[in-house]
């Protein structure tokens, strides 16, 4: 079953503008991890923040984690059309494995 | 650079078939995963592997489900009788396994229709 709930379930935005998503989580992790789905491809890896960290930062994505609300937020700035995709959020277990469980995911659409 | 692969791409079958489908990892990876997603949902957790040793099986991965990976490499997700509800995408991914904290990169998937 699906661990997390994302919200908002569906964002449309103009290009240049920024997108925050928002995923919230049940159980102790050891990451929370994003990744990007086009339609009708695999999902593409695009941060991971461990649990004892609260921020991190890889080019235009900023990641935030708040393990006491066990919430975290995916903020894209100076959005382009080609980030137009769904985003999940992923938490890995604290068993062995690493296995993930996923978010229902964002759809962003980026217009131009 | 060659990312995870899946074949086939699609599948179409009758219900009642057996369909198989298979994944090539990344070739340094030792973990690999199998995920099955239904349409507007995230992926869901079915089984994974390190080297050829299967350690741990979701409880969606029913009777008729069965994954093997016999020489640490490729691996295959069989599914026998299939049902209408099998129908899905059945992404494959990989990673390392040195740490807790390792990325999983994924393939395209398979996309399975059960007429």
């Known amino acids: 079953s699906q661990q997390g709930e994302e919200d908002p379930q569906a964002l449309s935005i103009q290009e240049g503008e920024n997108a925050t998503m928002n995923c919230s989580y049940k159980?102790?992790?050891?990451?929370l991890q994003w990744y990007r789905q086009n339609s009708g491809r695999g999902l593409v890896h695009l941060i991971l923040?461990?649990?004892?960290?609260r921020e991190k930062h890889s080019g235009r994505l900023r990641v935030t984690l708040d393990t006491s609300k066990k919430s975290s937020s995916l903020l894209i700035t100076a959005s382009r059309a080609a980030d137009t995709a769904s985003y999940f959020c992923?938490?890995?277990?604290?068993?062995?494995?690493?296995?993930?469980?996923f978010g229902t995911g964002t759809q962003l659409k980026v217009e131009l | 650079d060659t990312g995870v692969s899946q074949n086939p791409r699609h599948k179409i079958t009758k219900r009642g078939q057996n369909v198989t489908f298979r994944c090539d990892p990344i070739?340094?990876?030792?973990?690999l995963y199998w995920y099955r997603q239904t349409l507007g949902q995230g992926p869901e957790f079915l089984t994974y592997?390190?080297?050829?040793?299967?350690?741990?099986k979701s409880r969606l991965l029913s009777d008729r489900f069965s994954a093997e990976r016999p020489k640490g490499s490729f691996s295959t997700l069989e599914i026998q009788r299939t049902e209408q509800g099998d129908s899905a995408m059945y992404l494959c991914?990989?990673?390392?396994?040195?740490?807790?904290?390792?990325?999983?990169?994924f393939g395209d998937g398979t996309r399975l229709s059960i007429l």
């Open positions: 159980t102790s992790i050891n990451n």
């Open positions: 923040i461990r649990s004892n960290e």
């Open positions: 991914a990989s990673s390392l396994s040195t740490g807790t904290d390792q990325p999983q990169h």
């Open positions: 992923a938490t890995g277990s604290t068993g062995g494995g690493n296995k993930l469980t």
């Open positions: 070739s340094e990876h030792n973990r």
């Open positions: 592997f390190q080297n050829e040793a299967q350690l741990e």
